[in-house]
């Protein structure tokens, strides 16, 4: 199983997992890694395929963009909104 380091999760190179699960990437039965609603199925990160949605280039790029100031800001917005006029 992998080690995940949950405070390290959304900054720097250990974006690659989140990011690569949130454009597509499946775990080896094909299952969601991320699910919108429930978030991160963590126990199978290490098991996932790469993304259909971007390229390796790609997923560079943002990787090195959202490392600058990490991933949680934008993943943890939806908490502040008020969602019951949706």
Known sequence: MLNI???SLW???D????LRSM???RGPQRENIFVPDKGFKLEHLDKM??????TSDELDYYVA?????GLGPACTCHSTQD???I
Do not use: I, M
């Open 5 to 7: 380091n949950h405070s």
């Open 11 to 13: 900054t720097g190179t």
């Open 15 to 18: 974006l690659v997992l989140p």
């Open 23 to 25: 454009f597509g990437g």
């Open 49 to 54: 395929g790469p993304p259909p949605l971007l």
């Open 65 to 69: 963009e959202y490392g600058r100031n």
């Open 83 to 85: 969602t019951s006029s």
